[in-house]
Structures are given as C-alpha cells and as structure tokens.
C-alpha cells in the first residue's frame, strides 16, 4: 500500500505521517516513512540543492531534478518495500511536481503528468492525504519550524517564495483533489494533531480492510 502526504509548506506532513505510523504500526503492519526530495542517497544531495536559499535554479531546472530523485526514489527504496507487503508512507510525490512546478511556476500541467509518470514507472499512489489549511498560517508554521531547527537558510527555499506563489500552490492541491475525489482525500490539518490523526486514519480504512 502506497499513501502520499501533500500540501502546502507548513501543513503538518511530517507530524501527520509520524502519528499515521504509530496508529498502523499498532495494526500490525509494517510501515516505511520516506519522503521527497531526499528519500533515498541521490535524494539527499538533491535536497540540499533544491531547498537551499541559496540555490538558484531555473523552473525547468528544477523540474527535472525533482524527477531524478523521483526516479531513483521508486527504483530504490519505494517499489522494493512495496514489494515485501510495507506500507509506504511518502512526504510529497508527484501532485507537488503538478502543484509547484505546474500551478505556481506555470509548466504546462499535461507534460508534467507524462514526465512524472515516466520517472516513477507509472507508480500510482493508493491514496493520497492531503492536508490543508489557509496558506498564511501554514507559512507561519513552516517558519517557525525552520527557526527552531536552524534550517531557515538550508530549508527554507520554497518557504521564501511569495504569499502569491504558496496560493496558486494551494489552488493547485485542491484542483487536483477536486479532480481525483477517489484517490485524493482533503484532511483540514488547522485542527489539533490527535483530530488529524483520526481523519487522515478514517480515510485509511477502507484500504486496510481491502
């Protein structure tokens, strides 16, 4: 079973996954928590890049090294685990290339879905949670969360973007949501972290029991 978590910067993903883990862990299932970029070695050194303040990178440039590391994500750690029956957890996969680099960077949408499909073999996720709130507060959050961890200049690339450019984001989530209702569940992640918890494993259920 493959689940992705989407949304906005700040939207509580990793809190989410983390306590989405726990609650199918007590199941009694194996569960893998991985992420993109960074989910697999290549991954980490094209996170550093991706996400650095610093960095300065072409939209196209971009795009395309978030498709290597999708790439070699799939291949190395994600269709492996898949195949010995692991739950995957993944934070973020191909709806944020569709939100970022389509909805807010202006690449066209279509090619995205074809480039992306290409670089994960066609890997669908079974589900995809996506946690939303309004876009201010979760850039609140997601700076917070970096000052506290020292990762504003490291991490922060994305975060540093407009208010304008985090709306189309989030315009772009919720459009995807809107046309893919089965596979695409909205979870309002501006409630507490135990009610994030119980939504995100209610939508669960029905592939648990599959």
Known sequence: MFITFEGIEGAGK????????????????????????GGCALGKTLRTLLLDQKSVIASRAELFLFLADRAQHV???????LEQDIVVLCDRYADSTLAYQGYARGLDPAVLRQLSAEAAGGLVPDMTLLLDLPVE???????????????????????????AFHAKVRSGFLAIASEEPERVKIIDSSR???????????????????
């Open 14 to 37: 990793s809190t989410a996954i983390a306590s989405v883990a726990d609650g199918l862990e007590r199941r009694g299932r194996r569960v893998l928590l991985t992420q993109e970029p």
């Open 192 to 210: 507490p972290p135990a009610e994030v918890q119980a939504q995100c494993l209610r939508h669960l259920e029905t592939l648990l029991q599959g």
């Open 137 to 163: 507060e979760g850039l609140a959050r997601a700076r917070r969360r970096n000052e506290r961890l020292g990762t504003v200049s490291s991490e922060g690339r994305f975060d540093a973007e407009s208010l």
């Open 75 to 81: 291949a190395e750690v994600v269709r492996p685990a």
